[in-house]
């Protein structure tokens, strides 16, 4: 099946410093997702990207869509403790829905202060 | 307020028992899903569901079971043959844009 791969799987930073999370699948995307997860809690959706090249900003986060469709990056500028938890990208593919989205495993951010 | 509820929050689960988790959504969503996810693990797909009375095996089905008699409702249901099932259970429905909603989850302990 399609896979999405997502690295670091773990970043340590300390409080203050950027953190950047990176996805790429071998095929094109129809569009990618992002989520976040706070510890001991679920998934929650933070953004979709769905044009090439497509950048969007939302307060400290910056979200990129790759050219080809294929690859997607989430970077926090200036992180704070709000900020821990493991973010997940989605994936979904042209022609596919079916089975939902594509997880990748996701990042931990781990801050420390 | 719409959602996702799911519940038990926790569970345990004696060795050759099953055990059933309940996920309701008022969302008015058609397809819904069952995840799982272990420690510091992402998440797998057990079985989702695009209308009712149909549903389908996702990557790791075996050792669950699915119903889904009612659009609102997509119980999983963990059976004795699931070997280790500790872990922590996410439904999910798939709303406008293809944005997922997950519930707030299930962690299903053995003991």
């Known amino acids: 099946g399609q896979q999405v791969m997502q690295i670091p799987q773990y970043q340590h930073v300390q409080e203050g410093e950027d953190f950047t999370t990176y996805c790429n699948s071998s095929?094109?995307?129809?569009?990618i997702q992002w989520y976040k997860q706070r510890p001991g809690g679920h998934p929650v959706f933070l953004i979709q990207?769905?044009?090439?090249?497509e950048v969007k900003k939302q307060k400290r986060l910056t979200f990129q869509f790759g050219e080809a469709k294929k690859n997607s990056s989430l970077h926090i500028t200036a992180t704070q403790t709000t900020d821990v938890g493991t973010y997940f990208c989605?994936?979904?593919?042209?022609?596919?829905?079916?089975?939902?989205?594509?997880f990748g495993k996701g990042t931990h951010l781990i801050i420390q202060p | 307020d719409g959602g996702i509820t799911q519940s038990p929050k926790y569970l345990f689960r004696k060795e050759g028992q099953n055990v059933t988790l309940s996920c309701e959504q008022n969302?008015?969503?058609?397809?819904m899903y069952w995840y799982r996810q272990d420690p510091g693990q992402g998440l797998r797909l057990i079985y989702y569901?695009?209308?009712?009375?149909?549903?389908q095996k996702g990557d790791i089905a075996e050792g669950y079971s699915v119903s889904r008699e009612k659009k609102e409702s997509f119980p999983l249901t963990v059976t004795s043959a699931q070997k280790n099932p500790t872990a922590f259970y996410l439904c999910?429905?798939?709303?406008?844009?293809?944005?997922?909603?997950f519930g707030e989850g299930s962690w299903l302990t053995v003991v």
């Open positions: 989605a994936g979904l593919y042209s022609g596919g829905g079916a089975d939902g989205l594509t």
């Open positions: 095929t094109t995307l129809s569009n």
């Open positions: 990207l769905v044009k090439s090249g």
């Open positions: 969302l008015n969503h058609d397809a």
């Open positions: 569901s695009q209308i009712v009375n149909d549903f």
């Open positions: 999910a429905s798939l709303g406008p844009g293809n944005t997922i909603y």
